[in-house]
Antibody
Framework: EVQLVESGGGLVQPGGSLRLSCAAS????????MSWVRQAPGKGLEWVAN????????IYVDSVMGRFTISRDNAKNSLFLQVNSLRAEDTAVYYCARVYSTYYYMDVWGKGTTVTVSS | IQLTQSPSSLSTSVGDRVTITCRASQRISNYLNWYQHKPGKAPKLLIY???SLHFGVPSRFSGSGSGTDFTLTISSLQPEDFATYYC????????FGQGTKVEVK
């Protein structure tokens, strides 16, 4: 079964850091671009970052550039999002998703991990 | 690229035909995808490339459009279709529309 499972969320103070993880199974992880998408409470979906299948290309939404870092370990079928200098507006459910690179759509999603930034 | 969905919400009944539009602020060819999202669940891909039905998605869902104007249609709404629907463009730096919540009338 194709599956993505996120972990690593939690409660963190403003300015703090977390490392989100996404464990992939059931497919050839190293062949796919991967994404992180988030949803703040009461808001819509917001794309956060993409990483190429070999990690050689990374793209971010402007609001997280310089604070968030996407990475992957293909040997461990894992995707990561290092989130630093957290702000209240980063509070959200963070989803990882597999990207199918024809038309670049997200065809498999995890159930998400929740990050809450509060003092 | 900004995506504007309309309506933002709609109240409808089982069996109704539902149409949601998504307008892009510049031309995006057919790099437009549609997702369904229910509270507490993972989003689900419905349509990719503006009009291609994702594997396993019921045929009552369809998509059309190219350039700047796109449409998601549900031909006969089923109880499991009450959800929020998002368009997303992958032509350049990705963006989502603001969402359309489909509610029970």
């Amino acid at each position: 079964e194709v599956q993505l499972v996120e972990s690593g969320g939690g409660l963190v103070q403003p300015g703090g850091s977390l490392r989100l993880s996404c464990a992939a199974s059931g497919f050839s992880f190293s062949s796919y671009w991967m994404s992180w998408v988030r949803q703040a409470p009461g808001k819509g979906l917001e794309w956060v970052a993409n990483i190429k299948h070999d990690g050689s290309d990374k793209i971010y939404v402007d609001s997280v550039m310089g604070r968030f870092t996407i990475s992957r370990d293909n040997a461990k079928n894992s995707l990561f999002l290092q989130v630093n200098s957290l702000r209240a507006e980063d509070t959200a459910v963070y989803y990882c998703a597999r990207v199918y690179s024809t038309y670049y759509y997200m065809d498999v999603w995890g159930k998400g991990t929740t990050v809450t930034v509060s003092s | 690229i900004q995506l504007t969905q309309s309506p933002s919400s709609l109240s409808t009944s089982v069996g109704d035909r539902v149409t949601i539009t998504c307008r892009a602020s510049q031309r995006i060819s057919n790099y437009l995808n549609w997702y369904q999202h229910k509270p507490g669940k993972a989003p689900k891909l419905l349509i990719y490339g503006a009009s291609s039905l994702h594997f396993g998605v019921p045929s009552r869902f369809s998509g059309s459009g190219s350039g700047t104007d796109f449409t998601l249609t549900i031909s006969s709404l089923q109880p499991e279709d009450f959800a929020t629907y998002y368009c997303q463009q992958s032509y350049s730096t990705w963006t989502f529309g603001q969402g359309t919540k489909v509610e029970v009338k």
